[in-house]
């Protein structure tokens, strides 16, 4: 540690090495114990090791700047925000972000509104309800969820949900026409879909939710739900009514943390969500996330260095930033979280 | 054990609920000390008792954390339980609105009566236990919300809906446990911003807002600053006036100053009960007098 | 504050007729238990479902996948014909990767996390660092993607290698070594470090001989998880652009490669019924791996949990 004590500095140096085999009392002198030069070294290695997190950073927004702006000189921020299509290698080609932009959020939506209800009702039960033996078979098997690979996800969704909604909606046909009156109505879902893709996300994101959820609820003091206990509260009172406000901050900070994850989510939209940018609610139909776009040109044969081939790096930069927004937003929630019942 | 004043009084009828409204105002104002004596001699032979915890055996999963505690508590009285760290009397107090049903592996025996009834059988509501049986807690422990939501957390479980009912409850809550004058203009603030000491009596307040008959306080000025202490002190003798009182604390002086009769407790078991006057001048039991004066603990 | 009177029994009072017997019950309380009760077997039926969902999910796969799943599909190259079809490219593939990963990821990830715990305090850099990697670990991979094609693949020559491919998902791991590492370094108590100092050691000997090896267990459980995630990602190599045909074993680290889950998604995204049957045999080889590994690392961080 550091021994670099003035006062002791100024005692001239009496051969450090000399004397380090000694074990004769009071042989070394105190500022003989210079900071050894492995030391030193170690210290820079860990420092660099360190700084390889923040080249990442750099790298990445590096990379992305440069390789969007020779589509940016190319194309107007005016057209890539204002335009209603999306249309990078037709001709004429289109280039308004906003149909991807709305692709991915429809499906995060439509995925949030399962996993957060969800996710927080598990981890009530898992935090109040369950007993410490049951937790302790269910948090571990909750984490092994959250290890499937999203491919496997993907698959599930294009091969077993689709089907199954078009089994759903099929039978629920007859029932519609009456309740609307209208014979000729005939719902239908196509094979890719961004509802699929939704559910398959909800489920890849439920255990997330579930788990970062029933963190924060354990963090609320025992004396808290005491408290209310004492109060005459019933255990759905003092779940609902003083557990879950107390651990807001850490709950908002999970859901924002999944919605950022179902953003940034590839493989499951790439496979079951279509290819078929446009701006619409309906989750029956096809769609295209900004990352399902970037993996379709990626894997396509669209020459390097074109403006159709650049438009995955302006398509990056939006992902990045809107993800990064959402993180940064989860962490400083959390913090705040911390600091509470520290 | 010194129970022939106490034990005279085998008086457990039900109470009608309107001999509880007590003069109110005489208690306040003369100094804690002085109202001891006072109460000590003479009116505890005039309440009935309200609780009455009979040969109450506790057991943590093997261990037993109580054996055959019996304890009456008389009706505008404060009972104090004192005992060093271990020896049982959070648990005991605990027992009286049955918090300890909270914790994982714990079996309680025998018999505690409020106004009567056992509270151990197997009809009785926790949460309409706890309603008429409030508790105030060790650390000061407000939601992490207003104020005035916290106080109002108790009313508004009961289903009262109405703002300016509500807002009466917070105002005559917050008066009672004599927090008003210091809070009316931050109600909407956080309770969390409060000192130590007016957490406290926050929470003391809340415990009103519920109109519970019996307040349990377990060590509430342990964290806080002798200031803050003397305030909590002062109230209880004022709240002694509506409510019956039984406090735990590891401080003797503050038994010998607020309370009225003083139970001592020592490795789960009941070791000596009396008038606090006499336990703290002349205990019976050689153990309490060890206690006391400090000769262990 | 003695001006404040306590009249509390005295006021006119808003509460319901006030102590009723205990064994009563309002109707009002009676709705509000019935609340009580409802709510808890809601949150119940709902953690039960998740559960169920996975074991939906397994049995599908696992009905699948299981007539394919024999030692020729382990053995073999991909192919046109999915009966001839296998894995050992992509077997071979994502070891390789792996690797590569590991050797990276790991010891730069434990040297980042023994810097901010250790060394760097609390000051404006270290904060910053520290916010930057965990905003790094909700960076979608894809993204990463990017970075591995501008930057291994590109700027420093290395081609769509097991090389690119293996440092693209070495950074992708790198913020969850790193956190892991700084959890379990931070639960090794302040005094075992003094005492280390006490004795005259010095700040690497202290780090080395007492802390390193009590947060071992921890260390190990970050980096498990961070291989399996690293296992299962299929995003950014496919954006950097490994081959999805591969009908070879590479042989270094500037060869091309496919992976598991990219063999996966190929097979997947073909409309045959066939080739989705073998993507489900691969899927059930690739979830064997992975959840024995999370298995174990879950073992160890429960293990050591109840042990301190």
Known sequence: ?????????????????????????????????????????????????????????????????????????????????????????????????????????????????????????????????????????????????????????????????????????????????????????????EVFNALSASIAIAIMTLPLVASLCEDSLRVVPRALREGAYALGATKMEVSLKVVVPAALSGIMASFILA??????????????????????????????????????????????????YQTIFAVGLVLFCITVMMNLASISLVKKYRHKYD | MN?????????????????RKAEAPSARNSTPQFNVAMAAAGEQNATPVIVEAEKVDLFYGTKQALKSVSIPFHQNTISALIGPSGCGKSTFLRCLNRMNDLIEGCRTEGEVTLSGENIYAKSVDTVMLRQRVGMVFQKPNPFPMAIWDNIAYGPRLRGIKNKAVLGEIVEESLRGAALWDEVKDDLKKSALGLSGGQQQRLCIARALATKPEVLLMDEPCSALDPISTLKIEELMRELRSAYTIVIVTHNMQQAARVSDTTAFFLLGELIERGASAKMFTDPSDKRTEDYITGRFG | MATAPAPLPDSPSPVPPKYQPLASSSAHLRRRKLASTLFYLLCFSVTLLSFFLLAWIMSGIFKQGIPYLNQQFLTSFPSRFAEQAGIKSALYGSVYVLCVTAVFAIPVGIGAAIFLQEYAGDNRFARFVQVNIANLAGVPSIVYGILGLALFVRALGFERSVLSGGLTLGLLVLPIIIIATQEALRGVPNSLRHGSYALGASKWQTIRRQVLPIAMPGILTGIILSISRAMGETAPLIMMGALTYVAFVPRGLRDGFTTLPIQVFNWTSRPQVEFQAIAAAGIIVLMTVLLSLNALAIFLRYRSNSRL
């Open chain 1, 1 to 189: 540690m550091a021994m670099e004590n003035p006062a002791t500095s100024q005692i001239p140096v009496a051969g450090g090495a000399a004397t380090l085999g000694s074990v004769a009392k009071n042989s070394e002198s105190l500022s003989a114990t210079r900071k050894k030069p492995l030391e030193i070294a170690l210290f820079w290695i860990f420092a660099l090791c360190a700084a390889v997190t923040v080249f990442t950073t750099f790298g990445i927004i590096a990379v992305l700047v440069t390789e969007s702006a020779p589509f940016f000189r190319e194309v107007s921020l005016a057209r890539f925000f204002g335009e209603k299509e999306w249309a990078p290698l037709f001709n004429p080609p289109h280039y308004g972000i906003f149909s991807l932009v709305c692709g991915t959020f429809l499906v995060a939506a439509g995925a949030a509104m399962f996993s957060l209800p969800m996710g927080l009702l598990a981890a009530i039960y898992l935090s109040e309800y369950a007993s410490p033996r049951a937790r302790n078979i269910m948090k571990p098997v909750l984490e092994l969820l959250a290890g499937v690979p999203t491919v496997v996800y993907g698959y599930f969704a294009l091969l077993f949900i689709t089907p199954l909604l078009q089994n759903v909606l099929e039978s629920m046909t007859p029932t519609l026409q009456r309740v609307t009156g209208n014979p000729n109505l005939f719902p239908t879902i």
């Open chain 1, 259 to 308: 919605v950022s994850r179902a953003v940034g989510e590839t493989m499951i939209v790439a496979l079951a969500a279509g290819a078929s940018p446009k701006i619409t609610l309906n989750p029956l139909e096809s769609i295209q996330t900004m990352t399902g776009y970037i993996v379709q040109v990626s894997m396509g044969d669209v020459p390097h260095g074109s403006i159709g």
């Open chain 2, 3 to 19: 129970t022939s004043s106490i034990s005279n009084l085998a008086d457990k009828a039900m109470p009608e609920p309107s001999t």
